[in-house]
Every structure is written in structure tokens, then in C-alpha cells.
């Protein structure tokens, strides 16, 4: 089923994304927290720190993404044990 004109903030939306976690984060959020981590970056890259380091500066809090499962190893399966699969019934 094809769902189409939802806004980029619906429930559908973000449980298609990855889970309710992404509820809300539309385009301009992430627009948003992408411009806060870039001036954070900037700070830290051009400030007067003095003798120290710069500091550390956190991310804009994002949610976070599912993480991919694993795949099963392919495993060779020789012809006979395919059939074997089939003809068991």
C-alpha cells in the first residue's frame, strides 16, 4: 500500500523511517539540528582557546538509527540437497 501526501512529521512517516523515535523530525528539524552542529563546528575550529584545547561540544540530540541485521553467511547448497528440500514433504 502506497501512502502518499503525508507530512514529513506524521507517525507513518517515522515508523517507516525506523520507529517512533523519528516522530516529529521532519526536513526542517533536521535542517536545524545540521546548522546547529555546523556552527558548533566552527566555534571549535576558529575560537581563541589559548594554550588549551578546544573544547567539546555536544551534537544537536538526534534519534537514533536502527541498526541493520545481519545477514545470514551464504552458504553452497548443492543441488541434491535442494531437491531433497523440495521432494520431503
Known sequence: ???QR???TSLTVA???GGREFFGWGQDRH???DLFDAVNQNTRSTGQ???GKAPKIPEFPRPKK???KKKAS???VSVAEIYRRFSGR
Open 74 to 76: 551464504k552458504r553452497s
Open 6 to 8: 503525508l507530512p514529513d
Open 66 to 68: 536502527a541498526k541493520a
Open 49 to 51: 582557546w589559548g594554550k
Open 15 to 17: 515508523l517507516a523511517s
Open 31 to 33: 535542517m536545524v539540528a
Open 1 to 3: 500500500m502506497l501512502v
